[in-house]
């Protein structure tokens, strides 16, 4: 199959563009940043522009018509996120659509859809999934308990780096109802409201900026109609989640390095040195063409990869790994590349090439960094 993007695809991605153009200049970030923006200040997103962009279809893309969604694919999903990585546009695409929300798809009851879903398809609602414990991606470790109680549940425990955990009107939280730290069974998805007894929200800034959030859990009640899935078996929900996750960020990533490699070529083509242009040096011409073909390889497995899992391929979390593998390396070659050509300049505030550096430096170790990929690509083929 030829990894170019269909016609469909092509108008979606022109109409991607112009909403950004429009709507997301690069020096939002900054203002996010700075507390310059409107709205809540430690929610780092504009709550109107997500609502505009979910009445659009966006935020229904890959939930089925029943529940509000368009019933399309990652591989459509991943043409709206590349556009957005290239004005660095921070919504809640990875936190909602994403991660929460295709776990309560996968595993929610019927009723737990009914009720979130189509809230998530219109905007009304951000949900976030509340899952790591470490300062790496790691998902089955976790230490935080749900202990049987005469009402349901009691969650002792704490959450951090919950992606868009501050603001958001649902939790979906990993506990651990069995077994040891660390093992994959064992683990239950409770879903609860943010002002729940016992709960405490600290909100943070990653380093790109974006909202992160700080959660403890103080013996939080849960019943047990919170519950999503089945008990103990909450992997089975998150492991095609997590993949899903992986490659709609691999998306996004994949449009924040191709802009900051585009405005390196730019730069290249009018910033003179020495009486000429740098881009006539032929050290920095084989630089930029090494960029230019590790780029062209991630685009590559990024689009098979959101086919492969569109396709409910056996290859596909093979696909998912070896993409965000290369993709994470790639992303880091183009950042520091970037800075390092444009000079000084570079690592000053005002220049927008720095910001790009900084959200592929997040991106990067989200759900996962190369060498957890490169690792997890090797299990799955047997080594």
């Not at 999903?77 to 776990?103: H, I, W």
């Not at 309560?104 to 859809?113: N, P, R, Y």
């Not at 951090?160 to 958001?168: E, H, K, N, Q, S």
Request: aromatic share 8%.
């Amino acid at each position: 199959m030829a990894l170019i993007l269909s016609e469909e695809q092509e108008l979606l991605k022109n109409s991607v563009r112009n909403f950004v153009k429009t709507n997301y200049p690069v020096d939002q970030v900054r203002q996010l940043r700075d507390g310059k923006a409107d709205g809540d200040v430690a929610l780092r997103y504009s709550r109107q522009l997500w609502q505009q962009m979910a009445a659009l279809g966006w935020a229904g893309i890959i939930f089925p018509e029943k529940y509000g969604g368009l019933d399309l694919g990652y591989a459509e999903l991943g043409v709206v996120l590349e556009e957005l990585g290239r004005s660095l546009a921070a919504q809640p695409f990875l936190s909602t659509v994403l991660l929460a929300g295709n776990a309560l798809l996968l595993g929610g009851s019927e009723a737990q859809k009914q009720q979130w879903l189509p809230q998530i398809c219109s905007g009304e609602a951000t949900l976030a999934l509340a899952f790591q414990e470490t300062g790496r991606f790691s998902p089955w470790q976790v230490e935080t308990r749900a202990q049987p109680s005469s009402n349901g549940f009691c969650l002792n425990g704490e959450k951090r780096f919950v992606l868009d955990g501050y603001g958001a009107e649902q939790l979906l939280v990993v506990a651990r109802t069995s077994g040891a730290t660390g093992a994959k069974e064992g683990l239950s998805l409770f879903l609860l409201a943010p002002d729940t007894p016992g709960l405490t929200i600290t909100p943070l800034s990653l380093l790109d900026g974006r909202n992160a959030a700080l959660i403890d859990f103080d013996n939080v009640q849960v019943q047990a109609s919170q519950v999503v899935g089945t008990l103990d078996r909450a992997a089975m929900i998150l492991e095609p989640v997590f993949d899903g996750a992986s490659a709609g960020l691999n998306a996004e990533l994949l449009g924040t390095l191709s802009e900051a490699f585009e405005r390196t070529l730019e730069y290249l083509k009018t910033r003179k040195q020495f009486g000429a242009l740098i881009g006539s040096f032929q050290a920095l011409k084989h630089r930029a063409a090494d960029m230019f073909c590790e780029r062209e390889h991630a685009i590559s497995l990024t689009r098979e990869a959101l086919r492969a899992i569109d396709e409910q391929r056996d290859d596909a979390a093979l696909l998912v790994s070896a993409a965000k593998a290369r993709t994470a390396d790639v992303a880091n070659l183009i950042g520091r590349e970037s800075v390092q050509m444009f000079g000084g300049i570079g690592m000053t505030d005002e220049e927008d090439i720095g910001l790009y550096m900084k959200r592929s430096r997040v991106a990067e170790v989200t759900l996962g960094d190369a060498n957890y990929h490169r690792e997890r690509f090797a299990t799955l083929s047997g080594f």
